[in-house]
């Protein structure tokens, strides 16, 4: 069963294949550097991460691009509102470049510490002026665009008699309008539901280039048609990024290829896939609600929210067990559950490397192996993937007792379908190896004066060891001849 996708243009699983293979280009809406990077960072990276792993696991050469946004992301969906890192720098009084260069690191250190691997280029907006600039010139030449005091909108109207405008999203112009909070007649644009390509500057704003129509700044979604075009050509494979993103960023960045290419862009994208948002104990994060979490608050526990702080790999965890399209509800209680199961499979997989191989096998890796991957090419399915590892790891504790077994071909097959699946692709990673050597043999000691415990009678302290580690979400399993432990959710 090939790959699968779910392309949110077409509303369907569509099978993958590159347009120019063996290579495939993929872009994803990056960060706004102006705050922490929060859940809804780690998600949309962490989704991708698995899609970018995984297309290069099947032999693809990934050109994967993923921006930062660092102008012209304005507050307001409407080209209203204060670009958020001037905002940030004014009530900081430090210099735009400062915040951004700022929460780009800490972008990049709480990502390295999910996992999520760095992408193949990382441009920024303000490091492609030029290109933005050409690219509305050329949207003006072909008369989809109009200048107006120093500043360039998109003509929606007139785009919309040459190409369909909310194919993406599935609005219509008419609902964009009934929705707009514009009023006629006090903004410069012909109609509300055009959008900023270009927009003129004061003297003393902060951030301004020269162009063909005076000083200004570019809109926000024009950064990411002239990024991706510029590095992966148009139309490319793969267009990504967060569910809020696809109206108007999104359908805007369709029509500036359209508006620029001509239908030759094709949508821009072969494929527009999106990941679905985190909520908080069933709400919408936000940080009027003040249940807004941050990855390092993840880290550090230093939440209201939370008791304590967890590893980076159980919050990846949480996020590969449902899947991308679903939305994922955060709270401690599932933060921990996934920090168990984690470390559940872990301790399977390492188990898994001490069992021995025989003349027979019990079971057929090959069936097990093949239903793994057809999750995940099942529109990238982790969470089923995932059940399927779990389901193994009884059997991995039988096979370590030797009650059912696998040839060496079959080990070995076996072996590497859980060292491919949960290291590479999932891209998780063993417990820092010292602490959990550590609390292994901690474990073991407990395990071991347990034993004692019950030889000399003394059942109290057994059980008050066992209820104990019970808490702790660690489960014995007790056999004539030895006790071994394993994680419980
Ligand atoms: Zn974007």
């Known amino acids: 069963m090939p790959l699968e996708l779910y392309n949110t243009l077409s509303r369907k699983k569509e099978v ?17 550097v102006y705050s922490d990077p929060h859940l809804g960072h780690a998600r949309a990276a962490i989704t991708f991460d698995v ?6 696991y099947l032999g693809y050469q990934v050109r994967y691009v993923r921006n930062i946004t660092d102008v012209g992301h304005l507050e307001g969906d409407a080209d209203e509102g204060e670009d958020k890192i001037l905002k940030k720098a004014r009530l900081e009084q430090v210099e735009p470049i400062e915040i951004a260069q700022r929460y780009t690191a800490l972008y990049h250190k709480a990502m390295d510490a999910l996992g999520v691997l760095r992408p193949s ?22 008369g989809y665009a109009y200048e107006v005091n120093g500043s360039v909108y998109l003509d929606v109207e007139c785009y919309r008699r040459d190409f369909p405008y909310g194919i993406l999203s599935g609005r219509n112009v008419e609902e964009l309008l009934a929705g707009s909070r514009e009023l006629e007649g006090q903004s410069e644009k012909r109609h509300p539901w055009d959008f900023a390509l270009w927009k003129r500057a004061e003297p003393t704003h902060l951030m301004q ?63 527009w896939i999106h990941n679905n948002l985190v909520t908080i104990e069933g709400q919408k994060m936000s940080k009027s609600l003040g249940n807004f979490i941050t990855v390092e608050q993840v880290f550090t526990g230093k939440h209201p929210k939370l008791s304590r702080g967890y590893p980076p790999m159980a919050l990846r965890f949480l996020i590969l067990q449902a899947h ?5 509800d955060f709270s401690e209680e599932a933060l921990l559950g996934a920090f168990r199961g984690y470390l559940r499979l872990m301790t399977a997989y390492q188990r898994l490397m001490e069992v021995r191989p025989y003349t027979y096998s019990s079971f057929s890796v090959e069936a097990w192996r093949e239903r793994v991957f ?10 089923a993937a995932i059940a399927l590892f779990f389901e193994q790891t009884e059997e991995i504790i039988r096979l370590r007792r030797q009650e059912i077994y696998l040839t060496a071909e079959d080990l070995a097959l076996y072996q590497l379908t859980w060292k491919e699946v949960l ?13 959990w050597e550590k609390w292994a043999s901690l474990i073991g000691l407990l395990i071991q004066i347990r034993r004692d415990a019950r030889q000399a009678k003394n059942y109290a302290l057994a059980d008050l060891i066992r209820d104990k580690m019970t808490s702790l979400g660690i489960k014995f399993l007790d056999f004539p001849d030895e006790t071994l432990w394993e994680m419980y959710e």
């Open 121 to 142: 280029i990382e441009p920024t907006a303000t490091g492609h002026i030029p290109q933005q600039i050409e690219m509305i010139r050329q949207i003006l030449e072909r």
């Open 209 to 271: 280039w020269d162009s063909p129509w005076g000083r200004g700044y570019p809109g926000w979604h024009i950064e990411c048609s002239a990024m991706s075009i510029n590095y992966l050509g148009v139309p490319f494979d793969i267009h990504g990024g967060g569910l809020d993103l696809v109206f108007p960023h999104h359908e805007a960045e369709i029509a500036q290829a359209h508006a620029c290419f001509g239908k030759e862009a094709a949508f821009q994208a072969r494929f």
């Open 374 to 383: 057809a999750a995940l090419n099942d529109d990238l399915n982790t969470a």
């Open 51 to 56: 899609l970018f792993r995984y297309l290069k």
């Open 423 to 435: 290291i590479d692709i999932l891209g998780l990673s063993p417990p820092q190896s010292i602490e």
């Open 324 to 328: 991308y399209r679903s939305t994922l």
């Open 16 to 32: 993958f294949s590159p347009l120019h293979p063996p290579y495939v280009g993929m872009y994803v809406c990056g960060p706004t």
